[in-house]
């Protein structure tokens, strides 16, 4: 039974927001659970929850995290740097304070995580060398950084996250980001220096999609 990777995608996700699943057939960690508990829920099937891991704090990819967590009474796992956003939309705080440099293991693979500050003060990656993967939310995605509905909040340490934590990963790496469509860090990286040229302005209109869809969810 080896570990893989699954994606609910698109409304089901949480309004245009990714989702995604790592395990095999008998256990599971729920990355980003989303709005939809219920269609997350039906991914994952009688397979048991060992943990819900949420890259950042921002409404569209958390409000399902404590549904789908109570399931099988896994733990719920933030950067503490995200408290305030998540302390938004839950009264019940998160079980698992992240770290950079932490680890989960899920069947019989492992996910590392990578502080990536910008998009929020408590942003991460989650680098699965196993499966050739890394989980971005929303630091970085096919059309670029995220920003949100007010702009970039630190646009220039979002860059250096990419670059620091993102592209030093192995060409072949797929990014599975919180929005859209997935990508490889060697096509991320031939975009790098158009987006780092756009300025937080003209990088927030390539995004557009996901900060509309991050606005439509997020209360702040």
């Known amino acids: 039974m080896e570990a893989r990777i699954e994606g609910v995608t698109g409304p089901a996700g949480g309004d245009g927001a990714n989702a995604w699943i790592v395990g095999d ?8 659970p989303g709005t939809d508990a219920g269609a997350v829920l039906a991914a994952v099937g009688d397979r048991e929850i060992i943990a819900v891991i949420c890259t950042h704090g921002h ?37 698992i304070e992240m770290e950079d440099g932490g680890t989960f293991g899920v069947a019989d693979v492992s996910l590392e995580v990578l502080h990536a500050p910008g998009h ?12 050739d993967a890394v989980f971005t939310g929303d630091v970085v995605t096919a059309d670029g950084p995220v920003a949100r509905d007010h702009g970039f909040p630190d646009f220039s340490r979002q860059l250096s996250s990419i670059g620091g ?24 990286e031939k975009s790098f220096d158009s987006w780092a040229a756009a300025g937080p302005s003209g990088a927030a209109s390539l995004g557009e999609s996901a900060r509309i869809s991050e606005s439509a969810t997020d209360g702040e």
């Open 59 to 95: 409404a569209g990819h958390i409000t399902a995290a404590l549904e789908v967590a109570a399931r099988d009474e896994a733990p719920v796992a933030l950067h503490a740097a995200d408290r305030v956003s998540w302390l938004g939309v839950h009264k019940q705080q998160p079980d």
């Open 120 to 131: 929020s003060p408590g942003s991460v990656c989650l680098y699965c060398e196993d499966l």
């Open 165 to 188: 934590e993102v592209l030093t990963l192995p060409g072949e790496t797929r990014i599975l980001p919180g929005h859209g469509p997935e990508l490889t860090v060697a096509q991320a």
């Open 25 to 32: 057939d008998e256990e599971v960690i729920v990355v980003d």
